[in-house]
Structures are given as C-alpha cells and as structure tokens.
C-alpha cells in the first residue's frame, strides 16, 4: 500500500559500502538515512533517523507520487581540530515512491530529538466503506 523504495539506490548505497573509495587515513561509510514505515490508524507513518542535522537542513518534496526527502549534516562552525570524524557529513537523500491509495497533498513532517516523522493519511477513496444493497425495482412486464 505505502511505497516501495528505490531498489537501484539499495544496489548504489551496497556498491559505495563495499567499493567506497577511502582517503589514505581514513574509514569510508555510506551516508545513509535509515528508516521505518508503518501504517496506524488511517496513515502511514515513516520515520527516519537524521541525528544532527537540524529541522532547516531538511526538504521534503512530494512530485506526483514520488517523495523525496533530502537532509544536510553541515561540519561543525568555526576553527575547530578535528581528533576523531566518525559521524558522516553533507548531503543525504532518500526517495520513496507512494501508492495511489495515499493523500500526498495533506503530508505532514515533524522534527524531533533528531528523527523526522511523516504522516501520509491514507485516501479516503482507499478507506474501507460499507455500500447499502437496496431493493431492486420489479421487472415490468412486456
């Protein structure tokens, strides 16, 4: 019902953790933005996990049935010596692809303690509806 994601960023994000081209000195990891999604109630909720990065950091763009969410984790300000650079920074993104059964114009995001939280709600033509069986009019004769 919700989405699936992109099967070819799963092969490209496998591709940069086993081929990431190190820096003589240092460890590569992927820039990831992991995820959960689940459906509540009449919506779908999905959660990814930004720690660090802060709420005008992140965009959220919905374009027909795709939605994108991007993030940036900036370096930290002014002259600092790094000693240890673990946490990856610059730009990460994610898209999901929606269902037809999802209402993508009343989206809403929320940011807190580091995790974003969607809400998509779920369509009222997808919503389970009861339909009334009426009495049917006598056939006329001929």
């Not at 509806?129 to 004769?141: C, D, K, S």
Request: aromatic share 6%; net charge negative.
């Amino acid at each position: 019902m919700l989405m699936r994601t992109d099967s070819f960023r799963e092969l490209d994000r496998f591709a940069q953790r086993m081929l990431g081209a190190a820096t003589p000195g240092t460890w590569s990891r992927p820039a990831t933005m992991p995820m959960d999604a689940y459906r509540a109630g009449n919506e779908f909720v999905v959660c990814f996990d930004l720690p660090g990065v802060s709420p005008d950091a992140i965009e959220i763009d919905v374009e027909r049935n795709v939605l994108t969410v991007r993030a940036e984790r900036r370096p930290l300000p002014g002259d600092v010596q790094m000693q240890v650079s673990e946490r990856p920074l610059g730009v990460f993104s994610r898209q999901l692809f929606l269902g037809d059964t999802l209402d993508t114009d009343n989206i809403t995001a929320d940011h807190d303690s580091g995790v974003l939280t969607l809400r998509i709600p779920v369509a009222e033509k997808a919503k389970p509806r009861r339909i009334t069986v009426g009495n049917a009019p006598e056939a006329i004769n001929a």
